[in-house]
């Protein structure tokens, strides 16, 4: 069983001929996507943190062949590879509405209280 507050829902790894079992990313390309969601998600995938490994060997776009890195992302929630920012941005690949969402409240402003008096009560060390 997996514990869900441990577990990490994989996301963004697409069809190849090693791996047969994943999605194309042809398949989700929405050409009327807008341009502005798209860079809205994509930049909330370049944001994620970075896991403290990297992959084997850089990974090609499925669809241009172009590098797209060897790190993984998450948000605490998801976990992608580096390049599905770039499905997303030059290939208009739409990710399901669930991680969209993620996304547009990712990228709210918050109402933010700061405490000022914390760290000027901090006392540095020796």
């Keep these: 069983m997996v514990d869900a507050r441990s577990s990490l829902r994989l996301i963004g790894y697409w069809w190849s001929h090693d791996a047969p079992e994943w999605p194309r990313p042809q398949d989700w390309s929405d050409p009327y996507w807008s341009l502005e969601e798209r ?5 909330y995938l370049e944001s994620g943190q970075h896991m403290p ?3 084997a060997g850089l990974s090609l776009c499925r669809l241009c062949d172009k590098p797209n890195g060897s790190l993984e992302f998450t948000d605490g929630v998801f976990l992608w590879p580096q390049g599905l920012a770039h499905y997303v941005r030059e290939h208009s690949v739409r990710l399901p509405d669930e991680i969209i969402k993620r996304a547009q409240q990712w990228a709210e402003p ?7 008096t ?9």
């Design 39 to 43: 860079d809205l998600v994509a930049l």
């Design 53 to 55: 490994y990297a992959t």
């Design 110 to 116: 918050m109402n933010w209280e700061v405490d000022l």
């Design 118 to 126: 914390w760290w000027r009560e901090q006392k540095a060390r020796g």
